[in-house]
Every structure is written in C-alpha cells, then in structure tokens.
C-alpha cells in the first residue's frame, strides 16, 4: 500500500469518525427531554459507583500486594494459603462470592451479634450525620468486601509477576550493600515493578467498575440500578433503549479516562 492510499484510508477514517459522533450527539439531541429529566438521578448512581470502586479497589490493592508476598513467601504455609486463595477466588464466579459474602459470611456475623449498619449507624450519630447511612448500607459493605477479595486474587498475581520480572540479581546486589530486604523490596524492585503493572491494574479496575453493577443484587442504588429502574417503567421501545444507552455513557465517561491516565503514566515511567 502506498503513501497515497494510506492518506487516503486515513482520511475516510476521520469522515466516518466525525460523522459517527456528531450522529450519537444528535441521537442525545433527540432525547433532550429525558437527557435532561434524568441526567440528576444518574449522577447520583456514578456517585454511587465511584465511591464503591474507589473503596473496592484500596481494599484489593491491599489485599493483592499482601497476597503477592505470601506467594513469593519462603515459609511453605504462608505460600500456600496464598495460592488456595488465590485459586479459589479466581475459580468461582464473583456473583456466587458476593452471594456467600452477603447471605453466607453476613448471616453468620449478624447471629453473632456483628451487624455493620448498626456500627456505622452509631458511628454517625457521634458526628450527627446518621441520616447519611442508607438502609442497604450492609449490602454496600458485604459488596465492596466481596469485590474486594475477588479483585485482590487477580492482583496478587499482577503484583507477583510484576516483582518477579525486576532480575534476582539487583535484590542480591542491594542485599549484599546492607539494604534490608524491605528496603530492597521498597526502592529497588518496587519501582522498577510499578510500571510493569500499571496496565493489567487499570485494565482490573475498569472491570471491577463494570462489575459493580453486580451489586444492584442487594438493592444497591448504583448506576446500573438507577439505569434500570428509569429504564423499566418507559413504553416505548426507543425511549427504553436511550436510558439504557445513557446509562452506558456514564460508564464510558468514567473508565475511558483511566485507560488515558494508564497510557499517560505507563509512557512516563518507561522514559523515566
């Protein structure tokens, strides 16, 4: 193919581009009335969303660095309960994990007098804000705890293979200088580690965005939730489908710029 036609090819991409999204601005247009109607409600479910994989993935980054240096463990014990959670998590789906969290693990704490509402209810009157508590707050903390312990599995094994690609013998040089092995582990293999797991971490929190949608099972008023329940009553077809794609775009606005801000900080660290 010559320059030509590549040009050419490149040309017709933008036409169609251009036109691809001044037609799903005019397909919003279309529907300014229910843009503007429910554009307050939907906020309100990204709030939701946001705070429940912000607080998702604090927790699973814990969890997985914790779950990486039990893998990479020299006590076999350690090693192995690191690897039997690491498996089973990752073998069992995230909606049946949520269901055991919620309905297993939540019953069983409840019976033993442990009810999260209730702390975080007494928590809040001591500050005088309890009315902030939602009455579903156990099934926004059984949810983020669930999605947690899934998303942790997946990057303990980022965060483990990520060390093991920095070469053993800069560990053993740092080491041989008089560094701990928690300063070695900090400023000679952490850094180089970082930017090797950058993309799989983003790319695990885009989805684990995606999959708090799941807790819309607990009743959850996050944005899949608030999509659904404005989408369900609507008559019309077309109507229907514009919530439901509306809802969509919300999801777009928040993950596509985490794919940028990967791309941005990945590019960053390698010139570094």
């Known amino acids: ?98 269901l055991v969290w919620y309905y297993g693990f939540g019953n069983l704490l409840s019976s033993l007098g442990f009810n999260p509402y209730t702390i975080a209810f007494q928590l809040m009157t001591v500050l ?13 903390f059984y949810g983020v705890i669930g999605l947690s312990f899934n998303y942790g ?3 303990t094994e980022v965060f483990r293979s990520g ?7 800069q560990s053993e040089a740092a080491l041989s200088l008089g560094f701990t092995p928690w300063q070695t582990l900090r400023r000679i293999v952490l850094p180089q580690a970082i930017r090797l797991t950058i993309p799989p971490f983003t790319n695990y929190f885009i989805t684990l965005i995606q999959d708090s949608a799941l807790l819309s099972t607990f009743a ?5 939730q608030q999509t659904y329940a404005l989408a369900f009553p609507q008559v019309d077809a077309n109507n229907k489908l514009f919530v439901f794609v509306y809802g969509a775009l919300f999801y777009l606005i928040i993950c596509y710029p985490l794919s940028l801000l990967a791309r941005y900080l990945e590019r960053r660290m390698t010139t570094g």
Request: aromatic residues 14%.
């Open 153 to 155: 599995a997946y990057l």
């Open 1 to 98: 193919m010559n320059k030509r036609s590549a040009k050419g090819l490149n040309s017709l991409f933008f036409i169609a581009l251009t036109v691809a999204i001044f037609g799903f601005f005019y397909y919003l247009y279309s529907f300014k009335n229910l843009v503007i109607l429910y554009l307050p409600l939907l906020l309100q479910g990204t709030v939701a969303t946001i705070i429940i994989s912000l607080v998702s993935i604090v927790l699973a980054t814990l969890l997985g660095f914790g779950g990486a240096l039990g893998r990479l463990s020299s006590y076999a014990p350690i090693r192995w309960l690191a690897t039997l959670y690491v498996e089973v998590i990752r073998g069992t789906p995230v909606l049946v994990q949520l």
């Open 128 to 140: 005088q804000n309890n009315s902030l508590v939602p009455d579903s707050f156990n099934g926004f």
């Open 163 to 169: 060390i093991e690609s920095v070469p053993r013998g």
């Open 220 to 224: 959850i008023t996050e944005l899949e």
